[in-house]
Structures are given as C-alpha cells and as structure tokens.
C-alpha cells in the first residue's frame, strides 16, 4: 500500500514537472553594464575633473590644468581606439569563422 502510494505521488510530481531540469542560467548583461557606466558614471566624472580644473586655474595654475587637459584628452583617445579595436577584431573573427 506504501509503495503504491509513492509511486502515485512520484508520478502526480514528474507529470507537474517538479523534478524537471533546472531551467538554463541566464547570462550577465554586459551591454546593460556599460550602458550604465556611459550614461550615468562617466558624466559625473568628467564633472569631477572639470571642478577640479577650474579650481587649478582659478588659483593660476594654468601649466597644470592644459597638462591635465591633455591627458584627458589622451586617455580618451586610447578609450575610443580600444573600442574601434574591439570592433575591428569581431569583424576578423566573423571574417575568419564564417
């Protein structure tokens, strides 16, 4: 009778599906991720640095303020190239692999 009963039960369970697979684990959406970054923390840094240039300069600091100037502008251009690459290298992969 006991083994009757589990039986019935175990099979009211696989019919309802309570011990089918685990469903597939879903990824972390990186485009999500930087869209975040883009949109919210880069424009609050570059506040940043421009409060702090013009505080270099208003104290005569002006040497300072084009050397930091100019790194930003560097770090920006190495940004944009490492994006352009990044690109450049998914079409050699599709060129190749397709």
């Known amino acids: 009778?006991?083994?009757?009963?589990?039986?019935?039960?175990?099979?009211?369970?696989?019919?309802?599906?309570a011990l089918a697979a685990p469903a597939e684990p879903k990824g972390i959406n990186t485009e999500g991720v930087v869209t975040f970054?883009?949109?919210?923390?880069a424009p609050i840094l570059l506040a940043v640095l421009?409060?702090?240039f013009i505080g270099?300069?208003?104290?005569?600091?002006?040497?300072?303020v084009l050397t930091s100037?100019?790194?930003?502008?560097?770090?920006?251009?190495?940004i944009a190239g490492a994006a352009t690459l990044f690109f450049?290298?998914?079409?050699?992969?599709?060129l190749l692999f397709s």
């Open 56 to 64: 270099r300069a208003s104290r005569g600091e002006i040497s300072k």
């Open 37 to 41: 970054f883009a949109s919210n923390i």
């Open 50 to 52: 421009g409060v702090i």
């Open 69 to 78: 100037s100019a790194i930003a502008i560097v770090g920006l251009a190495f």
């Open 1 to 17: 009778m006991i083994a009757t009963d589990i039986a019935a039960q175990l099979a009211t369970a696989l019919q309802h599906g």
């Open 88 to 94: 450049v290298g998914d079409y050699l992969i599709n």
